[in-house]
Nanobody
């Protein structure tokens, strides 16, 4: 199982970024995918998760209305479109996989990427 995040970077507040999570080594459309983030000195938290078919999603309250998760099962890729970014969105963003789509919490996801840094300047 391999998950590779990309698309992070430095952006000004109010700007946008699109993260990608490319998957390989498993049957991608059998797995739910989650986006998580961890800021310095803070615990890893769930940002958004999407079911295997893409038909169900959930979002943390802090990102609702600003972030959109989607997936393209033909490309084995999940995306996180992040708009209206705020300095408090600064963190390392990770994607992770699990078989069942349930709670969007880190402990329930077993396969992880290496992360991509997102920095939002004020």
């Amino acid at each position: 199982v391999q998950l590779v995040e990309s698309g992070g970077g430095l952006v000004q507040a109010g700007g946008s970024l699109r993260l990608s999570c490319a998957a390989s080594g498993f049957t991608f459309d059998d797995y739910a995918i989650g986006w998580f983030r961890q800021a310095p000195g803070k615990e890893r938290e769930g940002v958004s998760c999407i079911s295997s078919s893409g038909g169900s999603t959930n979002y943390a309250d802090s990102v609702k209305g600003r972030f959109t998760v989607s997936r393209d099962n033909a490309k084995n890729t999940v995306y996180l479109q992040m708009d209206s970014l705020k300095p408090e969105d600064t963190a390392v963003y990770y994607c992770a996989a699990r078989v069942l789509f349930r709670r969007c919490v880190p402990l329930e996801y077993g396969y992880w990427g290496q992360g991509t840094q997102v920095t939002v300047s004020s």
